[in-house]
């Protein structure tokens, strides 16, 4: 059931909308202000029941070297030790020499998934005997992409009783390919109705296992030294962290997190969709079972050897790439042209986070970085103005306990000293 004013909300303008949500959520005017100064006619167009725009602060990571030329990436996230973290991670491996990034054939995978089934066997052979002609029937349901070369190009069937699932295995060259896929896996589904079979469903997987992307580095200890730690201590205990995520899975989900911090920052950037990358980046995690950390550290002699492998399915054409002014802006910012570049890159990114966090997790720990960035973000949040920012961030980074009272006390301070001066001047 709908509020009765929320009743064919859809078929409203989005200004119309606007004025009811104000009416009826009692905003304030500043917040009807704040719908209205964020709306722009092209979110209008891309999702229902629009209202506004909402904004997240964007940033360049800076110094990521990667096959031997240095980007700078766009990075959209709200967290803030997030670019600092992954510009520090970048510049440390990039004095050992920078990321290496493989550059493998990609491929998406469009399960169609059938069922009520007699002899899987049977049907299994009936499929492979069949591959030219699936084929064909895929890649004539999406005839511009067989012209450019790319398309359906191979099957593979998993049986999982009760299911059968023929998955599609598509080449979308530069795309993100998803709706593609889709297509081609739906037009499969429907000729196979037509030939007797039961088709349950017929839709892409986000598990991207042929689209694999894998990153490695090689640091010089040297540059992980702490005030307190030397290069080589350093460099044991991540690949201690390390071998932590491989088998405590509480610490594999944090550890995981940490490098989708970067990732999903460039990826939103990017304009792919980031939750098609962490859905796939999570089933792979767990691909024997068992919930692992993606990125692992050793050390191999005298170097620290960083590897990191995930699905990293984005494209640099399609879908919202592009659609929006400001993706597109990035994409002149990173100068990057192909979706293998794109997809070397943010996987470089993703082990640079976590290079950035597992050195201070095995030295001084995260708090300390942490918080200098976190103390600006509850500055804010209990009003301070922009100016009011850096006096108040000053003086809670001297207190041994900080939360949203002590940092609302001390900007009430603040505001009274300020006009307490001002009086007496
Ligand atoms: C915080 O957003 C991410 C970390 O927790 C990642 C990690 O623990 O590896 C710092």
Redesign the pocket.
């Known amino acids: 059931m709908t509020k009765n004013w929320q009743h064919g909300f859809y078929k409203r303008s989005a200004q119309e909308r606007r004025n009811l949500v104000k009416q009826m959520c009692a905003l304030s005017d500043e917040q009807f202000a704040t719908l209205e100064n964020q709306a722009t006619s092209l979110g209008d167009q891309l999702v229902e029941n629009y209202v506004t725009d909402y904004h997240l602060p964007e940033g360049l990571l800076v110094g990521l070297v990667v096959n031997g030329r240095e980007y700078t990436m766009p990075m959209v996230t709200e ?1 803030p ?2 670019i600092a973290a992954a510009s520090n991670g970048s510049q440390r491996v990039a004095q050992s020499g920078g990321f290496h990034a493989s550059a493998e054939p990609r491929s998406l995978v469009g399960q169609v998934v059938l069922t009520n089934i007699d002899d899987y066997d049977a049907l299994a052979t009936w499929l492979s005997e069949h591959e030219e002609t699936i084929l064909t029937v895929a890649n004539d349901a999406h005839p511009s992409m067989k012209r450019r070369g790319a398309g359906a190009k191979g099957l593979r069937v998993r049986i999982e009783p009760p299911f059968l699932s023929l998955d599609l295995l598509v080449d979308v060259s530069e795309a993100m390919g998803a709706n593609s896929v889709n297509t081609m896996a739906e037009a499969v589904g429907a000729w196979l109705r037509k030939q007797g079979y039961t088709v349950l469903t017929a839709i892409l997987s986000n598990l991207a296992t042929e689209s694999l992307q894998t990153v490695t580095c090689q640091v010089d200890p040297a540059h992980l030294a702490t005030s307190d730690m030397t290069g080589p201590q350093v460099a044991r205990r991540i690949a201690l962290m390390s071998d932590l995520a491989q088998v405590d899975v509480y610490r594999a989900a ?2 995981n ?2 490098i989708m ?1 970067g990732i999903d920052a460039l990826v939103l950037a990017s304009g792919n969709d980031w939750r098609a990358i962490e859905a796939g980046a999570h089933a792979y995690a767990a691909r024997d079972g068992h919930y692992r950390g993606l990125a692992t550290w050793q050390v191999d002699g005298d170097r620290l050897v960083g590897r990191l492998t995930l699905p990293m399915p984005v494209g640099v054409v399609g879908g919202s790439i592009k659609t929006t002014p400001q993706s597109n802006t990035n994409y002149q910012i990173s100068q990057i042209k192909s979706a293998q570049e794109l997809a070397g890159v943010i996987a470089a990114a993703g082990l640079a986070q ?1 290079l950035a ?2 050195r ?2 095995a030295t001084s720990g ?1 708090q300390a970085g942490h918080m200098k960035l976190q103390y600006r973000s509850l500055a804010l949040s209990v009003g301070a103005t922009i100016a009011e920012v850096p006096r108040l961030t000053k003086r809670l980074a001297q207190l041994s306990h900080v939360d949203r009272q002590v940092a609302s006390d001390i900007l009430a301070q603040i505001r009274k000293e300020t006009n307490d001066g001002r009086r007496e001047n």
């Open positions: 967290e030790s997030v944090t550890h997190k940490g911090n976590n966090a597992l201070a997790l995260i």
